[in-house]
């Protein structure tokens, strides 16, 4: 009996732990959307706990100061061709250094490894000299084209392609007069694309997510990202709390809701990149 | 043999895309910071040599050596209580059913997704001023009578700094170090059990040995990761590292440094600093990490 119940009391504490994380993981989510209904009056004087009637008002608000539909518009036109890089491009670099053997693949491949190790954001003087130079400033390329060279990408991918496609399978097509590129068009990228996918959903949202580098690089209003412009919005909105939460939380829900239907997806790939 | 070499042909187009954009878009902008860091340049005149004088600045920048504890500890005070937590779930995880193990997890992984920079204001709005969310509900729990001034305590401003940062990725820590774990045997488990082991033993002696590799692999990562430390703590009060520069980070000052003051050369000379400081940090923990194998 003695052993029962300090067994049942030490599972109410696990379940209890797991409970107050749970909270601890949401709840910050839970007060930016509630605070993001509530008047800025409201804010200050009480605490909210459910949400309020001042939604259309904050987003009245939100919209007089600054169109956060720009910076959510400058945020995909940045993260959807990058993305589509990041998949094309690391299938295809994968592809080579899958199936193929060339002079120069093992030095190659370990360059690929050595760059995934690399503090990108030290260089970023560097990056900004560089697309000085190119004349690229305050353009959206500097973000989309470097999603041709995503290390990661290749490298996840190459793992996928080793494991699901056959040798035979290449050799077939071959035989069958099929040219090196359209074998990888027609061939290869539909059998990984379960795998093109995961690794897309994560470019994605760091790519949505990248703050930095956009910072440097735009300069103008119309151009601005939402990291960037969210980063802003404390000086342009000065105490209208409920506009703020409100921009705050346009920024992230599209993420949170593409998790709600991807969580699965998200962990196995995140589990299957640290496995290898 | 014709064949073969029409195939390498193909293997080597394949892989020019990824390599030209690498030369230019990553191993070019890392190349010239290091050429920078031996020129004063404000971004628009001409880049003028000045040898070693920015690197004696560097060791005598009181700023520089501010910024760099910052970092460290803001690091530590996430990186520590993260790695204990996954460790304790994982634990939690591994050695019993738990009903809804993987809505949990889910769950513990959403803050990793979202934008750190947004974070970083949120959590501004949330601490910041008397009449704060956070203010409103301690003093409604009874927790304290006056409100407390987060932002204008160098500790709680740092402490505020490692919380997000613990609370972005203790989920993403939770995942690796099981992924690590389920990869070992259930047979060695099954010996141990059959010599008597407890589960708390178990734990110490068999997991947390074979995890080795996942932790190491997730020091090195959190090291890089986190002593270039931009995002929240930019966002988290005026972005220039206030209270008193307590949450100044290193990235910060580097930023501030280029495109604030237009002192682009001496960002460069930070830059490196900085890259040197992670290398040896990382040296040291993959040391650390494969001495205590050895033993």
Redesign the interface.
């Known amino acids: 009996m003695g052993i029962k119940s300090k067994s049942k009391v030490l ?1 109410f504490l ?2 209890a ?2 409970i107050l ?2 909270f ?3 709840f ?2 839970y ?2 959307i509630v ?1 993001g209904t509530h008047s800025s009056m409201d ?6 706990l459910w949400f309020g009637s001042s939604l259309g008002e904050n987003y009245a608000k939100m919209q007089s100061n600054v169109n956060i539909w720009s910076g959510f518009f400058n945020s995909l036109k940045i993260s959807v061709p990058y993305t589509a890089f990041t998949g094309y ?1 690391g299938a ?2 994968a ?3 899958a199936k ?4 120069g ?1 093992n030095i ?1 491949f370990t360059i ?1 490894l050595v ?1 995934m ?14 697309n ?1 130079k190119l004349n690229l400033l305050n353009t959206t390329l ?1 973000f989309s ?2 999603g ?2 995503n ?1 990661s990408a ?1 490298f996840f991918l190459k793992g996928i392609i080793e494991q699901s496609i056959p040798d035979s399978m290449i050799e077939a097509a071959r035989i069958e007069g099929s040219s ?2 359209m074998l ?1 068009n027609r061939l290869i990228l539909p059998c990984i694309s379960p795998g093109v996918a995961t690794m897309c959903i994560f470019n994605f ?1 760091s790519s ?2 990248n ?2 580098g956009p ?2 690089i735009l300069s103008s209003n119309d151009k601005y990202t ?3 412009m ?2 802003m ?2 000086g342009l909105y000065l105490t209208n ?1 409920g506009a ?2 409100l921009a ?1 939380a346009i ?2 829900i599209p ?2 809701i593409m ?1 709600l239907f991807c ?2 997806y ?2 196995n790939g ?2 299957a990149g ?2 290898k | 043999m014709k064949n073969k070499i029409n195939r390498n042909f193909y293997a080597y187009l394949f892989i020019i895309p990824f390599f030209t954009v690498f030369v230019v878009f990553q191993l070019y902008p890392i190349l010239y910071t290091f050429f920078l860091s031996f020129h004063k340049w404000d971004g628009i005149s001409k880049i003028v040599n000045v040898g070693v004088d920015n690197f004696e600045t560097l060791l005598r920048d009181k700023y520089f050596s501010l910024s760099l504890k910052n970092t460290v500890r803001i690091w530590l005070g996430n990186f520590i209580p993260q790695i204990g937590i996954a460790l304790l779930l994982a634990g939690i995880f591994t050695f019993n059913r738990i009903k809804g193990m993987t809505f949990f997890r889910a769950v513990f992984y959403l803050p990793n997704l979202v934008t750190a920079a947004s974070m970083g204001l949120l959590f501004n709005l949330l601490f910041d001023g008397n009449k704060s969310v956070i203010n409103q509900i301690l003093m409604n729990l009874g927790i304290i009578n006056t409100p407390i001034e987060f932002f204008s305590s160098p500790i709680f401003a740092s402490s505020i700094a490692s919380y997000i940062q613990w609370w972005m990725w203790f989920g993403y820590t939770l995942i690796i170090v099981m992924a690590g774990m389920t990869s070992i045997s259930s047979e060695i488990y099954e010996a141990a059990m059959v010599d008597g082991a407890t589960s708390v033993k178990t734990f110490f002696y068999i997991t947390l040995p074979l995890v080795r590799p996942t932790l190491l692999y997730l020091m090195i990562t959190s090291i890089i990761g986190g002593m270039q430390l931009f995002d929240v703590p930019a966002t988290l009060t005026n972005g220039l590292g206030d209270p008193q520069k307590s949450i100044l980070t290193t990235a910060m000052y580097i930023y501030n440094t280029g495109f604030k003051n237009h002192n682009m050369g001496y960002a460069s000379t930070l830059s490196v600093g900085l890259f040197i400081i992670i290398a040896i940090l990382s040296v040291i923990s993959f040391r650390i990490m494969n001495a205590k194998e050895e033993k």
């Open positions: 599972n696990k379940y732990f797991l994380l749970t601890i993981s949401i910050p989510f007060l930016m605070n804010i200050v004087t009480k605490l909210n491009f295809l670099t592809y080579s250094f193929y053997n060339f002079k693949k190659l690929l760059s190790m690399l503090p990108s954001q030290l260089s970023i003087i560097g990056f900004y000299q560089l000085l500097p084209i470097p041709i060279a290390a290749v090196e590129f990888f949202v949505w997510n703050y930095l910072l440097v939402m990291p960037v969210i980063s919005i404390k709390y703020m939460y705050i920024s992230v993420i949170i998790y969580s699965k998200i962990i995140i589990t640290a496995e």
